[in-house]
Structures are given as structure tokens and as C-alpha cells.
């Protein structure tokens, strides 16, 4: 099946520190969608882009919906405690069922010892 | 927070056994969605639905089967649970107008069969 390649797996983060993650894949997307999962619990919804060049804010997190259509990118500004857990993008390949959303790996964001 | 809840959350159950989880919506969505969690695979999608009696399979869908008779209600069923089925299973739900694409998630049941 269709893959998104999200990178990195893991990361370390120290309070403060400024912190990039993406999503890449071969096909078109007309829809990237990022969300965090904390242990125990389901995905979160943070933002959504819908245009290609699009960049969207919420808070200390900003993603952008790469020009090519092909990737997808997330960063975290100033990072805190809380923004540990599983980061997760999600696409809707262009020509794909209605709704069905292919998922990226995850990436995990750990506080450094 | 989406009203969206599973049941039951834990379960335990042995091979062989038949199994149903529960996805209850208060959102009124169209859409609905069961996806399982596993490590090294991130989220699969079983089935789904896109109305009352309109379901459709998904990337992973052998050995599950689903029903839906009410807006709010989306069922997965395991006939015959196997060891390869422990897993986390997520509901989501889209209404499908707003952007069109945007899934909420329940919270999860985790599911062991010995």
C-alpha cells in the first residue's frame, strides 16, 4: 500500500529547544493532517492543511503543506514538558476512498536525560 | 473533546472466541472508522463506514467484520479472535463537509487474546 515516510522515529528535546519533524511520500496529497498521541490515550487532532504552500499555526506549532504536495512539515517552538509523545502526520492521497487517510509512522519526542 | 467513546476499553479474551467493540458517537457524523495500532506499523484502517448500512473494507480488514444500524453506532466484530488480533483499536469519526477529512479518535481498547 501507499506509505508516508515520517522522520525522524525519535528525538530527544530539552525544554526550550526548537523542534522539526516531516512527512514525505511519493504520491500527491490533497489533505495533511498532524496529530500527537499521548500513552494511553488516542490521537489528537492539531492542524489541518488543505492547500499546497499553505502554512497553518496553532499555538507553538506550525505546519506547512509543502509546495511538490508531496511532504509535509511540523515544527515546535520553545518546547515544553507536556509536548512529549508521539507525533503522527496523516495524508488523503489525491484520488483516494473518501476520508481514508494514510498514516506516517509517528515520531517520538522524548525529554533528554 | 469529539463524543466519542469505545467499550469496553480492556479485554482479555481467549483464541477462539468471538469478540464486538463499540464505537459510540454523539456527533452525528457520517463518517466512522475502526483502525488498529501496532508497533512498527503505526495506525491501519479496518473498516469503515459511510452511512447506516454503508461499510466498506479497509487496508487490514481479514478476519473482522462490522456492522452499523444507528448513526451513533459502529461495531467491530472478530469472529474468531486469534493471537495475531492483540491489539490497540481506535474508533474515529469525519463528518466529511468541514475540509472533508478531518478524523477524531475515541480513546482506544486494548485487546490481548491468549
Known amino acids: 500500500g501507499q506509505q508516508l515516510n515520517q522522520s525522524p522515529q525519535s528525538m530527544f528535546i530539552q525544554e526550550g529547544e526548537d523542534v522539526s519533524m516531516n512527512c514525505t511520500s511519493s504520491?500527491?496529497?490533497?489533505?495533511w493532517l498532524w496529530y500527537k498521541q499521548d500513552p494511553g490515550e488516542g490521537p489528537v487532532l492539531l492542524i489541518a492543511?488543505?492547500?499546497?504552500?499553505e502554512l497553518t499555526s496553532n499555538g507553538r506549532l506550525t505546519a506547512q503543506f509543502g509546495i511538490t504536495r508531496k511532504d509535509s512539515f511540523l515544527n515546535i517552538s520553545a518546547s515544553i514538558p507536556s509536548d512529549v509523545g508521539i507525533y503522527f502526520c496523516?495524508?488523503?492521497?489525491?484520488?483516494?476512498?473518501?476520508?481514508?487517510?494514510?498514516f506516517g509512522k509517528g515520531t517520538k519526542l522524548s525529554v533528554k536525560p | 473533546d469529539a463524543g466519542i467513546t469505545q467499550s469496553p476499553r480492556h479485554k482479555v479474551t481467549e483464541t477462539g472466541t468471538p469478540v464486538t467493540l463499540r464505537c459510540h458517537q454523539t456527533?452525528?457524523?457520517?463518517?466512522m472508522y475502526w483502525y488498529r495500532q501496532d508497533p512498527g506499523h503505526g495506525l491501519r484502517l479496518i473498516h469503515y463506514?459511510?452511512?447506516?448500512?454503508?461499510?466498506d473494507k479497509g487496508e487490514v480488514s481479514d478476519g473482522y467484520s462490522v456492522s452499523r444500524s444507528k448513526t451513533e453506532d459502529f461495531l467491530l466484530t472478530l469472529e474468531s479472535a486469534t493471537s495475531s488480533q492483540t491489539s490497540v483499536y481506535f474508533c474515529?469519526?469525519?463528518?466529511?463537509?468541514?475540509?472533508?477529512?478531518?478524523?477524531?479518535f475515541g480513546p482506544g481498547t486494548r485487546l490481548t487474546v491468549t
Open positions: 474515529a469519526i469525519s463528518d466529511g463537509f468541514s475540509g472533508g477529512y478531518e478524523q477524531y
Open positions: 496523516a495524508g488523503q492521497l489525491q484520488g483516494g476512498s473518501q476520508g481514508n487517510l494514510i
Open positions: 492543511l488543505y492547500k499546497a504552500g
Open positions: 504520491s500527491i496529497f490533497n489533505t
Open positions: 456527533e452525528n457524523h457520517r463518517y
Open positions: 463506514s459511510y452511512g447506516v448500512k454503508d461499510t
